[in-house]
Nanobody, 123 residues
Framework: QVQLEESGGGLVQPGESLRLSCVASGISADIDAVGWYRQIPGKQRESVASLSVTNDDRTRYADDVKGRFTISRDNAENTVYLQMDSLKLEDTAVYYC???????????????WGQGTQVTVSS
């Protein structure tokens, strides 16, 4: 059974940094992609960053985090990271990691979600 456990959230002031970690266990298929989403209460969950393992670790970022957030992975540790610098008040949200695993059907993947970690940016 695939499990994702996030950590690293917390309370910081504007301009400070945090690094989120997501440890994956129970992985029994090839990873297609990993990513981070966030959700503010009352709003839809939105993609923050993604990394395509299939496409040479190509990364994508939401426009409002480009240049401030960096997604990366440690294959040996089955861990995905989100380095968040120059945090802003509007980055406050619950952050979720995702892992997309390949299936027996070409281009079809199965997405798994972590339980989320709270990031609060407040002065």
């Amino acid at each position: 059974q695939v499990q994702l456990e996030e950590s690293g959230g917390g309370l910081v002031q504007p301009g400070e940094s945090l690094r989120l970690s997501c440890v994956a266990s129970g992985i029994s298929a090839d990873i297609d992609a990993v990513g981070w989403y966030r959700q503010i209460p009352g709003k839809q969950r939105e993609s923050v960053a993604s990394l395509s393992v299939t496409n040479d670790d190509r990364t994508r970022y939401a426009d409002d985090v480009k240049g401030r957030f960096t997604i990366s992975r440690d294959n040996a540790e089955n861990t995905v990271y989100l380095q968040m610098d120059s945090l802003k008040l509007e980055d406050t949200a619950v952050y979720y990691c995702t892992v997309d695993l390949k299936t027996d059907v070409d281009i079809v993947t199965t997405r798994y979600w972590g339980q989320g970690t709270q990031v609060t940016v407040s002065s």
